[in-house]
Each structure stands twice: as structure tokens, then as C-alpha cells.
């Protein structure tokens, strides 16, 4: 049989087909449909097949030179090469075809399958999703090289983003190797910060502000100041008199060798006895450079010997000195600790309970290590945190988690991880955005350090967002796995072809048009770019729209504003 297809051109990154006869094109393939992204073999003599995908496609209208004036079409198909099918084996990249190769056609499903079945071992496959445009070819991925590279998932509000979340990870929680009852050995944290996947994980361990509890004495320095500082004020005195009180505090408190005890120390300090100290010293009055104070039992000057006493309530300036240097200095920066302790919304960060948890319960929250139940699935409902504080609850866990994965390895000392973290940072863009504001700072060094070093301590990312032109570029540059849905936003759209082979265009061109479900996936753990439409998830979170006109035509509600408002007070 006469090729049908004749290849016209071929450039590094493009290959243009010239087809007289379309219909019969495609039928000889048995395919019943050929659209963009569809996929084209080009042979040689050697039986060495060139797989491409189709890029876009153009018709050339001549007219015939038998003197008719009869026109006649011709399509030219351009696709972009993506590896060699040798043997059944499938090889990204690969230059064994001869020039000119012989023939071109529609690759046949048996062909697809072949490049999909035989890139991964079995061992090593993972499963989400099928070819869109052929839903019977399964798309697996590398398992291992999904898992511990960071990941993106980016698309517009409805694309499906928390769908394909969800789905990931029902799948992760759900894969065994062996007989054995109960969970597998996986450990995801989400951090949810529209409370939308208790419902996709009814099994999670599920943390919200009513029984979260985040110490306050496990900041480190950055998060302390950005928390109880005023950053706009730039006061020296106050982060100097704040670091000296807590160090001070911090050794105090300390049983052991009080020569480990620094400011950044994850120990133990009492804030009341802070403010206590910052009150006594915005009090101090001073004389030839010696402060005196006394309280209900002595008098005493103020040194290192004596500091601690400052923790003491209400001490009382002694003897006729002047006033001091730091006399009345603080009473602002007081008033802003005090606000902070007396408001009720933070009692899960400032509250008896923060006080009083232990470093290990603190860990065993967040990993659902509880003494008294498990998961694979940890949900940090992040809905009902003040957003003054969001950065600074996201930057602590996430440190935290990391610092975990790092001491876990050397305490194991061993390559492999053996709790090994996937944290999903939902809606990312809103605690690390492309932003050089003070207040962002914590929760950007913590997550960029995270896509930075924490593969080697077995700590990956997930970064979700609607939003990914808002997103620190530090964070998405690390990301080797993507999953792009639907973007409508051009500025979104941008981004993330920059962060794309430039190869990928074609690809990249179909985001605003891509239906709910699908997406491009790219990165390392795929044997090629690949439009694929993700499985639905069982049970679904609860992100889905409102149905606006079904409830409209409902009778009218009543709305239970007592309830409902009792509920905001406690926000």
C-alpha cells in the first residue's frame, strides 16, 4: 500500500507531515478520532519508530495542474517528536531514525499502550488517570519519582484541582506491598484552607482551631518577631529586650545544661513571665549605672546574677534614682504582648494548653502518631486561623516537619527515609506569595527551604494553587512533577510555560481550553508530556459550586443567625 502521509520537513523540535487523503489517514490506524495531541509514528526501514504529537494542523488549498482549475486540499500535520519505540521499548529523546523516513501514520493503540506499559516497572507504577483522548490507555507514572520530587498542581477555581488532590492521595494511602492488614507506611499532612477534604478523608486525623494546639515556645527566632514584634516600628530596644527576656527565661526553665539554652532553643519559656520582665524594665530607673529594685522580701541591683528575679510581677524601682534609659520605652510593645495573650482566637497558639504540651504530643498531632488512634492522613484545617497569624501556624508545622524528616534520618542513619512526608500546601499563594511583605517571611523561608533540602530527609511538597503567577518563584522552580489544569488567567498562563520545556507549547496553548478533569502532566516520573483526564475520586471533598439556581428555586429558609453567629465569635 502507498504511503498516505509523506514527511515534508524535519526540524529538532518539529516534524511536518503532508497528507493528500485525511480520511484514509486516520482509518488505516483503526483510531476513530485524530485531534491535536494525538500521537504519529514515523518509520524508517529499520522498523525504529519516531512517536510525535500532533501540535496543530493546517490545510492547503492549490489548484490542480491538469488544466481543470479544480482545487484540491492538502493537510499538513506539524508535530513535535518525543522519543523512539524500539522493540516495544519506549526512549525519551533518540535520534536512530534515518533521513528521510519512509512513512508517517497514526500511531495504533496497541503502539500507545506499548510506550505507556513498558516505560515503568511494575513494582514502581502509580495510577491516576487515563489518555484524554483515548480513556481505555491507563497513564501510569513512576511512583518513586512522583513521590519524592516536589509537585505542582496548578488550575482555575473548578478545574478539578482538589478532585486530582484527593484522588492522589486516596491512592497513596491505598497501595500495599504484601498481605498485611491495616495502613501502609505512607504520612500525608494537608494543610486545608477551606476546610474542603475531611469529607475526601473521613479516616484523617482532622486538627481545626478547636483542637489544634501549636506552642508558642516552639518558634524560632524569625517566627517570635514576626509574631510579637512590630515590624513596622523597627525598634532596636524591643528585639533586644524580647530575645534577652526569653533567653533569659528559656534557661531558667531548663533542667539540664542551661550552656545549650539560646534565643532560637525549641525549650520551653513562660510569656507571662516576658511581659512580666518587659513591664519591670520599662519601669527601671537608674543612677550612675546601677538599678535597683525591690520586691515583698529584699532589695537588689540589677545584673546577671539578678536578672531572672525581673520575671517577678510588679517589682518596684528602689532608692532616689533617676530615670532610666529605658524608662516608659515599652508600654506600647506591653500592650500588644498583653492583647495578644487576652485574645481568645489564638488560645490554640497562646492558651493553657499550648503552654502545657509536650514537644512529643506536639509531633504526634501533626505525623497521627496519637497514642490513641492513627492515619496515613493528617488535615490541618487552617479555615478558622486569624489571618495575622496564618503565616506564622503554616511556617512553625512546616519547620517542624522538616526538622523531623532531618533528625529521623540521622537518628536512623541510613539512605532511606523511614517516615517518609508528602505536606500538600493548599492554595499556596496564600502564605508564600511573590511577596517581600515582613509577614510572609517565616512561612516562605520555611517552605522554600523545605523545596530545597527536604527531599534528602524524605520531606516533599505538594504546591496547589489557582494562583500560580502569585507564588514565589523560589518554591514552583523546585517542582519537577506537574499536573496543569485548566488557567484562564494569562499571567498564570505565562508562568508556568516559563517553567516548562519551551517544547511544550503546543501543549501549554490548551490550558484555557481544558475541560474539568483534565490536565497536562509533565515532569520526571512520566515517560512523556501527556493530556490526561483524571479518575474520579471516592469520597469527593466539598468543593463543589453552589448550585445557585436549584437552591433559588427552593421555598424560602430561614437562616439560624444565633447559631451562626455564636459560631463567627468564636473565629
Not at 520531606?459 to 518554591?475: F, K, L, W
Not at 523546585?478 to 484562564?488: E, H
Request: hydrophobic share 35%; net charge negative; charged share 25%.
Amino acid at each position: 500500500m502507498p504511503n498516505l502521509a509523506e514527511v515534508v520537513a524535519v526540524f529538532p523540535n518539529q516534524i511536518r507531515i503532508a497528507v493528500d487523503n485525511i480520511d484514509e489517514f486516520i482509518n488505516e490506524s483503526g483510531v476513530t478520532k485524530v485531534t491535536v495531541g494525538s500521537y504519529i509514528e514515523i518509520s524508517d526501514n529499520d522498523d525504529v519508530k519516531l512517536i510525535a504529537i500532533i501540535e496543530n494542523y493546517s490545510i492547503e488549498v492549490t489548484t490542480k495542474d491538469d488544466g481543470s482549475g479544480n482545487k484540491e486540499k492538502r493537510y499538513i500535520i506539524e508535530a513535535m517528536p518525543l522519543g523512539i519505540l524500539e522493540d516495544g521499548k519506549f526512549t525519551r529523546g533518540g535520534d536512530n531514525i534515518a533521513i528521510p523516513p519512509k512513512s508517517a501514520k497514526v500511531a495504533s493503540l496497541d503502539d500507545i499502550k506499548a510506550i505507556y506499559e513498558s516505560s515503568i516497572d511494575e513494582k514502581e507504577k502509580f495510577e491516576f488517570s487515563s489518555l484524554s483522548r483515548n480513556r481505555d490507555i491507563r497513564v501510569p507514572v513512576n511512583g518513586d519519582k512522583f513521590f519524592n520530587k516536589h509537585i505542582a498542581v496548578v488550575g482555575s477555581t473548578g478545574s478539578g484541582k482538589s478532585h486530582t488532590v484527593s484522588k492522589l492521595i486516596q491512592n497513596a494511602v491505598s497501595e500495599k506491598e504484601g498481605t498485611y492488614s491495616g495502613l501502609n507506611n505512607s504520612h500525608i499532612v494537608i494543610f486545608d484552607i477551606h476546610s474542603e477534604y475531611q469529607s475526601a478523608f473521613p479516616d484523617a486525623q482532622y486538627l481545626d482551631i478547636s483542637n489544634l494546639v501549636i506552642p508558642y515556645w516552639l518558634l524560632n527566632s524569625e517566627e517570635l518577631e514576626d509574631f510579637f514584634i512590630d515590624s513596622e516600628a523597627n525598634d532596636h530596644n524591643q528585639r533586644t529586650v524580647f530575645q534577652e527576656a526569653i533567653t533569659r527565661n528559656k534557661k531558667q526553665k531548663f533542667e539540664g545544661n542551661k550552656e545549650l539554652i539560646h534565643y532560637g532553643t525549641p525549650s520551653f519559656f513562660d510569656i507571662q513571665d516576658i511581659i512580666n520582665y518587659i513591664s519591670n524594665r520599662n519601669n527601671e530607673k537608674q543612677k550612675d549605672n546601677i538599678i535597683k529594685w525591690k520586691n515583698a522580701t529584699e532589695e537588689f541591683e540589677f545584673d546577671e546574677t539578678t536578672a531572672e528575679k525581673l520575671f517577678e510581677k510588679n517589682l518596684t524601682p528602689a532608692g532616689s534614682a533617676a530615670t532610666g534609659t529605658l524608662n516608659g520605652k515599652f508600654t506600647n510593645f506591653i500592650n500588644r504582648l498583653e492583647n495578644k495573650i487576652n485574645d481568645k482566637r489564638l488560645d490554640f497558639l497562646l492558651g493553657e494548653k499550648a503552654k502545657n504540651i509536650k514537644f512529643e504530643e506536639t509531633l504526634r498531632q501533626f505525623l497521627s502518631y496519637k497514642t490513641d488512634s492513627t492515619s496515613n492522613v493528617t488535615i490541618i484545617d487552617l479555615s478558622g486561623v486569624p489571618f495575622e497569624v496564618l503565616n506564622i501556624t503554616v511556617s512553625l508545622i512546616s519547620r517542624l516537619l522538616f526538622e523531623f524528616g532531618f533528625y529521623s534520618k540521622k537518628y536512623h542513619a541510613s539512605k532511606e527515609s523511614e517516615t517518609p512526608l508528602l505536606l500538600v500546601y493548599e492554595e499556596a499563594h496564600k502564605y508564600v506569595p511573590k511577596s517581600s511583605l515582613s509577614k510572609f517571611r517565616s512561612s516562605t523561608l520555611a517552605i522554600e527551604r523545605i523545596v530545597k533540602e527536604g527531599r534528602k530527609y524524605g520531606v516533599t511538597a505538594m504546591i496547589v494553587s489557582q494562583r500560580p503567577s502569585e507564588i514565589s518563584e523560589t518554591i514552583f522552580s523546585q517542582c519537577s512533577n506537574f499536573i496543569a489544569m485548566r488557567l484562564t488567567n494569562p499571567n498564570d498562563q505565562s508562568y508556568v510555560s516559563k517553567l516548562l520545556p519551551d517544547t511544550l507549547n503546543s501543549l501549554i496553548n490548551t490550558l484555557p481550553s481544558l475541560q474539568q478533569g483534565e490536565a497536562i502532566l509533565i515532569g520526571e516520573a512520566i515517560v512523556m508530556p501527556s493530556l490526561i483526564y483524571m479518575d474520579k475520586c471516592e469520597p469527593e471533598p466539598s468543593s463543589s459550586d453552589i448550585k445557585y439556581l436549584q437552591v433559588w428555586k427552593e421555598a424560602w429558609k430561614e437562616v439560624a443567625f444565633v447559631d451562626l453567629i455564636e459560631k463567627w465569635n468564636k473565629h
